[in-house]
T-cell receptor, first 112, second 112 residues
Framework: EADIYQTPRYLVIGTGKKITLECSQTMGHDKMYWYQQDPGMELHLIHYSYGVNSTEKGDLSSESTVSRIRTEHFPLTLESARPSHTSQYLC???????????FGPGTRLTVT | SQQGEEDPQALSIQEGENATMNCSYKTSINNLQWYRQNSGRGLVHLILIRSNEREKHSGRLRVTLDTSKKSSSLLITASRAADTASYFCATDGSSNTGKLIFGQGTTLQVKP
């Protein structure tokens, strides 16, 4: 079982609200990632971080933002949620030398 | 798709039978990984095969890699109902960034 946690697991929120999805890991991994996944579809990388104060956008454009102030914490924020943001958001981490990624359980976001 | 194709998209077999899933990718790679995702959950790493390896085993899993054809296969032998899940291949696109490119996945149903 990977030591990577995401909260909340499920979130239903109205259009225009600001939300923050939490992700934390206790493995001391330098690299962390956020993916967006629609039901039955592939994962798309939306943000990644190589370490503290290092964040970059992924391959899929996203209106969300991230921060990496502490090694263990990589929150994702949506300033103004829209129905098009409805999806599952998966957080992952990996060690510098490893290529294996460890995934959290995901946050299923529904914007009404 | 960023990655290429996985086939079949869906597979339904009886318990005890073998299940084979295929993955094709587009770029050169350092390694290829397979992950499993149970419904509504995060991904779990199954096996990693490096570009200079042709075959790898882990328990009931066997992975093959053909870099000349840019393809890989995952074989699950003597399947169990608990193997019911979606299976994704992922490649690193020959980068050392840790970023992965995921395929579209194969949904496997194992009937008891």
């Amino acid at each position: 079982e990977a030591d990577i946690y995401q909260t909340p697991r499920y979130l239903v929120i109205g259009t225009g609200k600001k939300i923050t999805l939490e992700c934390s890991q206790t493995m001391g991994h330098d690299k962390m990632y956020w993916y967006q996944q629609d039901p039955g579809m592939e994962l798309h990388l939306i943000h990644y971080s190589y370490g503290v104060n290092s964040t970059e956008k992924g391959d899929l454009s996203s209106e969300s933002t991230v921060s990496r102030i502490r090694t263990e914490h990589f929150p994702l924020t949506l300033e103004s949620a829209r129905p098009s943001h409805t999806s599952q958001y998966l957080c992952a981490s990996s060690d510098t030398g490893d290529r294996e990624q460890y995934f959290g359980p995901g946050t299923r976001l529904t914007v009404t | 798709s960023q990655q290429g194709e996985e086939d079949p998209q869906a597979l339904s077999i009886q318990e005890g039978e073998n299940a084979t899933m295929n993955c094709s990718y587009k770029t050169s790679i350092n390694n290829l990984q397979w992950y499993r995702q149970n419904s509504g959950r995060g991904l779990v790493h199954l096996i990693l095969i490096r570009s200079n390896e042709r075959e790898k085993h882990s328990g009931r899993l066997r992975v093959t890699l053909d870099t000349s054809k840019k393809s890989s296969s995952l074989l699950i032998t003597a399947s169990r109902a608990a193997d019911t899940a979606s299976y994704f291949c992922a490649t690193d696109g020959s980068s050392n960034t840790g970023k992965l490119i995921f395929g579209q996945g194969t949904t496997l149903q194992v009937k008891p």
